[in-house]
């Protein structure tokens, strides 16, 4: 069973920074990309940023310059380094693994980010 585990949410005023952490469980394998949604109140939820197993990254546009997806393969562990946090970045943030031959997702229970103006 694929369990991931979401950690470093909390309460930053604006222009501070968060690092969140993602650790899959440890006997997960063929992870072919990990990646950072949110999901604001009243809103859809979003792809922040997501790397692959081969080096390949992607932001949102208003992450990118702000936010960094950080990928440990070794420790199936990804992290998103979070500055210059702005109000509309308020949102639960929820890790994202796509395993095996057919990218099957598999989600975080979230950790909420909150963003005082």
């Known amino acids: 069973q694929v369990q991931l585990v979401e950690s470093g949410g909390g309460l930053v005023q604006a222009g501070g920074s968060l690092r969140l952490s993602c650790v899959a469980s440890?006997?997960?394998?063929?992870?072919?990309?990990m990646a950072w949604y949110r999901q604001a109140p009243g809103k859809e939820l979003e792809l922040v940023a997501i790397r692959t197993s081969t080096g390949g990254v992607n932001y949102s546009d208003d992450t990118k310059g702000r936010f960094t997806i950080i990928r440990d393969n070794a420790e199936n562990s990804v992290y998103l380094q979070m500055n210059s946090l702005k109000p509309e970045d308020t949102a639960a943030y929820y890790c994202?693994?796509?395993?095996?031959?057919?990218?099957?997702?598999?989600w975080g229970r979230g950790t909420q980010v909150t963003v005082s103006g």
């Open positions: 994202n693994a796509n395993i095996g031959a057919r990218w099957e997702h598999y």
């Open positions: 440890a006997s997960v394998s063929d992870i072919k990309a």
